[in-house]
């Protein structure tokens, strides 16, 4: 078995094995990496620490980077039931290298997954709307369709924090506000009356 995305490893279970891909793409498990720096690069003990924890580092980063893309890619499959068209996979790099016509900055796979499952509704019906040729047609038209939300969706995110933030506030408030308890003239304690509309007036103002 190997992790999702990852090309098979000759000699190392990539499911189970730590690994790290050199500069020059090739594969070693940690202990044979460290040999070879050891050995073949004459590298000291600490040397050898820094260049590992690097190389562990991007390794870990592609492992994410393909797991990812191998995520949206098999959603896309099921979602327009066909195969990977080659000029939509060319548009695709585009856009997750952000050099997409239109825009300005890299959008990831598990963004763009995002983006495609909460418009998957509307794109559906405007598909039934649409007079494509082909399924690639309509795959190439959704992309752009999907692209050009990108700032909507990223507002709706920075939106969806900040009401997350606010509710979290609003939760300790009241966990404070709880524990605040007033003595009664006979000595017996009680709870202090509380008003949530009191707290969302204090948070929101």
């Known amino acids: 078995m190997r992790k999702k995305g ?6 190392i ?13 090739k594969y070693y498990h940690v ?4 040999k070879h720096l050891s050995q073949r690069k004459k590298m000291n003990e600490e040397e050898i620490e820094n260049k590992l924890r690097e190389r562990l580092e991007v390794t870990q980063k592609e492992i994410k980077e393909a797991e990812a893309k191998d995520r949206f890619l098999r959603w896309i499959m099921e979602f327009y039931d066909g195969s990977l068209p080659s000029y939509f996979l060319k548009k695709l790099q585009l856009v997750r290298e952000g050099k997409y016509e239109g825009l300005n900055e890299p959008i990831d796979y598990l963004t763009l997954l995002d983006i495609y499952q909460k418009m998957e509704k509307f794109l559906r019906k405007n598909a039934l709307k649409k007079n494509f040729q082909n399924v690639t047609q ?5 992309l752009a369709v999907v692209v050009g939300n990108y700032g909507d969706y990223k ?4 939106k969806q924090k900040k009401n997350e933030i606010t509710i979290n506030d609003i ?5 404070v506000t709880n524990k605040v308890i007033s003595k009664t003239d006979n000595g017996q304690q009680e709870e202090k009356e509380f008003d949530i509309t009191d707290v969302i007036d204090e948070l929101l103002l």
């Open 6 to 11: 990852m090309k098979p490893v000759k000699s």
């Open 13 to 25: 279970d990539t499911e189970k094995d730590e690994f790290v891909k050199d500069e020059k793409g």
């Open 31 to 34: 202990e044979c990496y460290k």
């Open 138 to 142: 309509q795959m190439n038209y959704d």
């Open 155 to 158: 507002r709706y995110i920075e």
């Open 171 to 175: 939760d300790k408030q009241i966990e």
